[in-house]
């Protein structure tokens, strides 16, 4: 099966400018996840849709980043503007259902956007 | 604070050394996962264990989840420089997956 889909691959803006990742999930696949992961640390959930409805963005700076997942398959994360410290990989992932639902699947991540805001 | 604290956060070996990489935490969770991380790829899932005691063996690789739920280990047995990447340790919490700030494992030839 394809794998979870990401574009783009890398990205160099400056600060205070707009940027927009896309992801494609497995097809199937009804829970999304966008992760941040800085240099030399974890990913970090910022938002999970499941479908086309937000199931958590308590971690999201929503006074700058923004998700949407339309028709609850393809998903785009927007930053606007940029800061230095957005500098990060931004993972997608999917799986078949939610963490906590009684199931123990894994996720599978996509190879992710490396933004470096200058 | 790391809900998932993973020790040790660098580790640099010669190829045919054994290592350990742990995974603590205060809290009980249902299931742990592994997965391995290489440069400019995303997280790949190694494991998932899910009983107290649990012991899973993938070829040179054996992961252990405590008998209390709160910890997890992965053994490496005469480690190889294809074993060189970033591990992460993982677990869900309130319906999503929390990871561990990750062990940066380097194999020399």
């Known amino acids: 099966e394809a794998g979870v889909a990401q574009s783009p691959r890398y990205k160099i803006i400056e600060k205070r400018q707009s940027v927009a990742f896309w992801c494609n999930p497995i097809s199937g696949h009804a829970t999304l996840y966008w992760y941040q992961q800085i240099l030399g640390q974890g990913p970090k959930l910022l938002i999970q849709?499941?479908?086309?409805?937000?199931?958590?963005d308590s971690q999201l700076p929503k006074d700058r980043f923004s998700a949407e997942r339309l028709k609850g398959v393809d998903s785009t994360l927007k930053i606007q503007p940029a800061k230095l410290e957005d500098s990060a990989v931004y993972l997608c992932?999917?799986?078949?259902?939610?963490?906590?639902?009684?199931?123990?699947?894994?996720?599978?991540f996509g190879s992710g956007t490396r933004l470096t805001v200058v | 604070t790391q809900l998932l604290e993973q020790s040790p956060q660098f580790l640099s070996i010669q190829e045919g050394e054994n290592l350990t990489v742990y995974c603590n935490s205060s809290s009980v969770f249902s299931s742990l996962q592994w997965y391995r991380q290489e440069p400019g790829e995303g997280p790949v899932l190694l494991v998932t264990?899910?009983?107290?005691?649990e012991v899973k063996k993938l070829k040179r690789l054996t992961f252990q989840f405590g008998d209390a739920r709160k910890d997890s280990s992965l053994h490496i047995t005469a480690a190889q420089p294809g074993d060189t990447g970033l591990y992460l340790c993982a677990g869900p919490k309130g319906g999503k997956l929390i990871f561990g700030q990750g062990t940066e494992l380097s194999v020399k030839p």
């Open positions: 849709f499941q479908n086309n409805g937000v199931v958590d």
């Open positions: 992932a999917s799986s078949l259902v939610p963490q906590g639902a009684g199931a123990n699947y894994g996720y599978t």
């Open positions: 264990v899910v009983t107290g005691g």
